[in-house]
């Protein structure tokens, strides 16, 4: 009986709760973000928490589809989904909703919930808060996000800036060549995700007979590094179709243009690096910092998903897990800023002086009846109290 009652207080794997001192400064460097985002142009949303399967998981692809949650409507008799990402979200309310002409950006903060953590120590119900812009094709859009990405890791006090770069098009182009079907496709994915070279190249002479297309594939996997991987790659691919150099050209264009504006970050580029395959369609670029395996915030182009919803639009864009900043820099996490204890006295003359400190931004923690101090994680130095029919305030 003793273990159930204990048990009653535990939280699923995961999910995890955030107490006052995190939470603070969590909601503090959420409001900086999105004022920096809306500083930029982009229009703050809020979107539903939960929807139908059918809208949430249109277009998003099967890696978010596995991570989400599912129940059915009491209402509707329909299946509904708690939100694994965001983006999709936001490509519905820009084709249906909004019907923006033009540009259009949007950007957003909240929980998602997800059936399973992406890291073995990472939560299943982060807090994100990212930008999408709709409506531009051109290399500029990925310029801007980017470049408000590395803006958004400053407002978070991260000095050392970290920004992998890859192009999913390229092995798209490279599995057409090699006529890979559908399963031999997914099978090698899944090889690339593993950097396990050997693998590959067995792989490679078992099922690929041209091998023009085998030594595309096999240089692929190891074209990783430092901006000296574009030249590299231009030369593996010499012969390669012209997509695949207009996606390098792209690469290369976004990497002199970043660091023109931020010399001081640091970018490595990653060609087989194919996270959110199933979902975007051109370049995707992660961030990372010391002391996190996994990225705190990717992003990319997703210019298919808006179709579903009569509205075939060109998108970009990237979320940032707040919650993975928040754990990175605990040390920050600091207490409220000192507040005052009013005495528990009847009268109108406190409880005017109380409105008053209030309304000039003073924390003020009113007394209850048999409690002469604050209490000790309440954070007061100072007293407010009645003497002689008079409100004073004192130092503690």
């Not at 919930?113 to 812009?133: D, F, H, N, W, Y």
């Not at 209850?368 to 994680?377: C, I, L, R, S, T």
Request: hydrophobic share 40%; charged share 25%; net charge negative.
């Amino acid at each position: 009986m003793m273990n159930n009652k204990v048990d009653r207080w535990l939280l699923p794997d995961g999910i995890e709760e955030v107490l006052p001192e995190q939470a603070l400064y969590l909601e503090s460097l959420r409001r900086r973000f999105v004022d920096l985002f809306i500083r930029w142009g982009y229009d703050y949303v809020i979107p539903p928490m939960i929807e139908f399967t059918d809208s949430l998981l249109t277009g998003s692809g099967q890696d978010i589809e596995l991570l989400t949650f599912k129940l059915t409507d009491q209402l509707s008799g329909r299946t509904l989904g708690l939100r694994a990402d965001i983006t999709p979200q936001a490509a519905r309310m820009d084709a249906h909703s909004l019907k923006r002409s033009g540009v259009n950006r949007l950007c957003y903060a909240g929980h998602v919930l997800q059936t399973k953590a992406k890291s073995p120590l990472g939560s299943r119900s982060p807090i994100k808060v990212g930008v999408e812009m709709f409506g531009v094709s051109a290399l500029e859009a990925e310029v801007e996000v980017v470049s408000l990405l590395l803006e958004a890791l400053t407002v978070a006090n991260l000095d050392c800036q970290y920004i992998d770069l890859g192009h999913v098009g390229i092995f798209r182009c490279l599995a057409r060549a090699a006529e890979l079907n559908t399963e031999q496709e997914s099978a090698l994915f899944s090889l690339l995700q593993s950097k396990a070279f050997s693998d590959i190249d067995r792989w490679l002479n078992e099922n690929v007979k041209d091998e023009q297309a085998r030594q595309w594939l096999s240089a692929l996997s190891k074209l990783s590094g430092s901006d000296k991987i574009i030249e590299l790659a231009r030369e593996a691919f010499a012969d390669a179709p012209s997509e695949i150099h207009a996606a390098l050209d792209d690469l290369a264009t976004l990497a002199d243009t970043v660091l023109a504006r931020y010399p001081n970050v640091q970018l490595y580029f990653d060609l087989s690096e194919l996270r959110g395959y199933h979902y975007h369609t051109g370049i995707v670029f992660g961030a990372f910092a010391p002391g996190v395996g996994n990225a705190i915030a990717r992003g990319g182009r997703y210019d298919s998903v808006g179709e579903a919803f009569g509205r075939a639009r060109s998108a970009t864009g990237f979320d940032i897990n707040l919650s993975a900043i928040c754990r990175l820099q605990r040390h920050e996490c600091s207490p409220p800023d000192k507040g005052i204890f009013a005495c528990h006295e009847a009268g109108e003359a406190l409880w005017q002086k109380v409105q008053e400190l209030r309304a000039q931004g003073e924390r003020v923690v009113m007394g209850v009846p048999g409690q002469a101090m604050p209490e000790d994680y309440q954070h007061c130095d100072r007293i407010l109290c009645v003497e002689n029919d008079q409100v004073l305030l004192k130092n503690m």
